[in-house]
T-cell receptor, first 113, second 112 residues
Framework: KAGVTQTPRYLIKTRGQQVTLSCSPISGHRSVSWYQQTPGQGLQFLFEYFSETQRNKGNFPGRFSGRQFSNSRSEMNVSTLELGDSALYLC????????????FGPGTRLLVL | AQRVTQPEKLLSVFKGAPVELKCNYSYSGSPELFWYVQYSRQRLQLLLRHISRESIKGFTADLNKGETSFHLKKPFAQEEDSAMYYCALRPPGYSSASKIIFGSGTRLSIRP
């Protein structure tokens, strides 16, 4: 099976802009989670989606939003970008929202200037 | 509060030397514990979980409930072990990814 894919891989934006990141889970996986990875904070949970429903949301401002489509693909959107949003955004998929292993994508590196 | 602490940001050891990556957790109960690894230019991946009690790539991790630690060990380091390692915790009874708490990570560098 193909692994989790994320597009784009790299992105440069300026403050105030908005950005949409995409994640395609492993075929058959219905759970998608998003994380923000930064050198200072490490990995921080953003959202978890299962069957098009947001199951959980981390401690991030409302500028961060997401959704999941019927084919389990997921997008996350960040509006009004700030310099501090520069990070590697990781997506992970699992067969279901359970104790199974998560499989991570390569990430989208976002740089906000 | 639930917390995972990895006290070393960077650990550098010579090839062939023993490796111990420290992980301490704060949780009053029996959480599920994991080690994840991220090699250069590769994806974050699960290395091992304490309930499996398995050895992966020569690494083992023992859960010490008394010391609330879950240190990752390998008797003889290899150059290919150089990577970023994350310790993570999930409270018992929770199956959601949102409940996984990651440490800040330790970068392991193996010198030839």
């Amino acid at each position: 099976k193909a692994g989790v894919t994320q597009t784009p891989r790299y992105l440069i934006k300026t403050r105030g802009q908005q950005v949409t990141l995409s994640c395609s889970p492993i075929s058959g996986h219905r759970s998608v989670s998003w994380y923000q990875q930064t050198p200072g904070q490490g990995l921080q949970f953003l959202f978890e989606y299962f069957s098009e429903t947001q199951r959980n949301k981390g401690n991030f401002p409302g500028r961060f939003s997401g959704r999941q489509f019927s084919n389990s693909r997921s997008e996350m959107n960040v509006s009004t970008l700030e310099l501090g949003d520069s990070a590697l955004y990781l997506c992970a998929s699992a067969e279901a929202s359970g104790g199974e292993t998560q499989y991570f994508g390569p990430g989208t590196r976002l740089l906000v200037l | 509060a639930q917390r995972v602490t990895q006290p070393e940001k960077l650990l550098s050891v010579f090839k062939g030397a023993p490796v111990e990556l420290k992980c301490n957790y704060s949780y009053s109960g029996s959480p599920e514990l994991f080690w994840y690894v991220q090699y250069s230019r590769q994806r974050l991946q699960l290395l091992l979980r304490h309930i499996s009690r398995e050895s992966i790539k020569g690494f083992t991790a023992d859960l010490n409930k008394g010391e609330t630690s879950f240190h990752l060990k390998k008797p003889f380091a290899q150059e290919e072990d150089s990577a970023m390692y994350y310790c993570a915790l999930r409270p018992p009874g929770y199956s959601s990814a949102s409940k996984i708490i990651f440490g800040s990570g330790t970068r392991l560098s193996i010198r030839p």
